[in-house]
């Protein structure tokens, strides 16, 4: 099992910028993937998750299409934590944002709790 923990969410107006971090119980470096996912308001069902970005173990990073830029994803070794910093935010971004993260490439995934990301125009 792999527990993540995600802080940084919170209120912005639009334009501004929020950085995220997610610290699991494991090694990053023990981790086949890990990265954020988002739920908007009112989507509480799994399939409604929406990638935001995907590191995985051999450093591959995908981003959500709609990010276009604006988000960036950096992992601290020492700190074993993961950021997300998220600039230009828009309203349209405001969701729950959840760390997930697979010990295998094929294995589920383990998801935190989530932080709230509210932005208002």
């Known amino acids: 099992q792999v527990q993540l923990v995600e802080s940084g969410g919170g209120w912005v107006q639009a334009g501004g910028s929020l950085r995220l971090a997610c610290t699991p119980s494991?090694?990053?470096?023990?981790?086949?993937?890990i990265g954020w996912h988002r739920r908007a308001p009112g989507n509480q069902r799994e399939f409604q998750r929406e990638l935001v970005v995907d590191v995985s173990r051999d450093g591959t990073i995908n981003y959500g299409d709609f990010v276009l830029g604006r988000f960036t994803v950096s992992t601290d070794y020492v700190k074993n934590t993961i950021f997300l910093q998220m600039n230009s935010l828009k309203p349209e971004d405001t969701a729950i944002y959840l760390c997930?993260?697979?010990?295998?490439?094929?294995?589920?995934?383990?998801w935190g709790q989530g932080t709230q990301v509210t932005v208002s125009s």
């Open positions: 997930g993260g697979k010990r295998w490439s094929r294995g589920s995934t383990y």
């Open positions: 494991r090694n990053i470096s023990d981790l086949a993937s």
